[in-house]
C-alpha cells in the first residue's frame, strides 16, 4: 500500500512539472514548439499603403500623400485588447499634393524635411473594441491611444473608430498579397502648432491648422517580404546566426555557450 500511495505522490510531481513546463513554454516566444505564442506579426513595408494629411484653407483643400510608410503591427487575434503593439514610419520627403513647387514649399519651409525626414506613429494601447476577436474577414471598430513624432515634437494622439479586418490566407487574399492580412483604415486629427510647424500662407489663403490624419493600410505575415518570426521553421529569421537549434532556436550564442531548452 505504501509503495502505491508513493508512485502517485511521484506521479503527481512529475505531472504537475510537465504541466509547469508547458504553460512557461506557450509563453516562451523562443520556443520552437510555440515561437510567438498566441501573437501574430504583420510587417508593413508596400508602396499601396497610403497616409493622407488634409488641411482646408477658405476656397480649397490641400491634401498631401506619402505610400513609403514601414512597419509593423503585432497582435493577439484571440484578445486585440491583449499585447497590441503597432509602429509605422513614414517618409515626409515622399509627400505629394498634386503641385510640385508647393510640395517644395511644404517640405523645405514647413516640415523642414531635411532635419525631420520622417514621422514615427506608435499605437501603444487599444482602449475600445467593438469586438476583442478577430475573425476572418469580419470587421471590427477600435479606439487607441498613441504617439506621434512629427517635425521633433512627440506628441500623444488618440485614435478613434479605426476599422481593422482580418483575413487568413486563402486563394482570393493571394491576389494581394501572400500570407494573413490586417487592414487598418481611419484617422485621427493633430494641431500644426503642438509641433512647432508653422501655418503655411499660399498667397492670401490661409491654411486650417487643424490636420486630419488618414490611414489605409494592410499588414502581412507573409515570409516572403520579412524574415517570419513566428514562422516555426525559422523562429530567429532568416538572417539569424543559429535560426534552427531545437535547444535554443533564438539565441545567436547558442552553440558555444549550450544553452538550455528555453
Excluded: W
Aim: proline share 6%; net charge positive.
Amino acid at each position: 500500500m505504501k509503495s502505491k500511495t508513493l508512485y502517485a505522490l511521484i506521479l503527481g510531481v512529475i505531472t504537475s512539472l510537465i504541466l509547469t513546463s508547458a504553460s512557461l513554454a506557450a509563453k516562451n516566444p523562443c520556443n520552437p514548439c510555440n515561437p510567438c505564442g498566441m501573437l501574430k506579426t504583420f510587417m508593413v513595408n508596400d508602396d499601396r499603403n497610403t497616409f493622407t494629411f488634409e488641411s482646408k484653407a477658405p476656397l480649397e483643400k490641400i491634401v498631401g500623400t506619402t505610400s513609403k510608410i514601414t512597419g509593423k503591427i503585432q497582435v493577439n487575434p484571440k484578445d486585440i485588447t491583449k499585447g497590441m503593439k503597432a509602429t509605422f514610419e513614414l517618409d515626409l520627403a515622399s509627400m505629394k499634393t498634386g503641385i510640385g513647387l508647393r510640395d517644395q514649399h511644404m517640405q523645405k519651409n514647413f516640415l523642414e524635411t531635411d532635419k525631420y525626414p520622417t514621422a514615427i506613429l506608435t499605437v501603444d494601447k487599444v482602449t475600445k473594441v467593438s469586438s476583442k476577436e478577430l475573425k476572418d474577414q469580419k470587421t471590427i471598430t477600435v479606439n487607441a491611444e498613441g504617439t506621434l513624432e512629427l517635425h521633433g515634437v512627440k506628441k500623444q494622439i488618440v485614435l478613434k473608430d479605426l476599422k481593422v479586418t482580418y483575413f487568413k490566407e486563402s486563394d482570393a487574399t493571394k491576389a494581394k498579397m501572400q500570407g494573413d492580412l490586417l487592414a487598418i483604415a481611419g484617422g485621427f486629427s493633430i494641431k500644426l502648432p503642438d509641433y512647432n510647424i508653422k501655418v503655411p500662407k499660399m498667397i492670401i489663403l490661409k491654411l486650417d491648422e487643424n490636420i486630419k490624419v488618414g490611414i489605409d493600410i494592410i499588414g502581412t505575415t507573409s515570409a516572403m517580404m520579412v524574415a517570419n518570426p513566428c514562422d516555426p521553421c525559422n523562429p530567429c529569421g532568416k538572417k539569424a546566426k543559429n535560426p534552427c537549434d531545437p535547444c535554443n532556436p533564438c539565441s545567436e550564442k547558442a552553440k558555444s555557450k549550450k544553452a538550455k531548452n528555453p
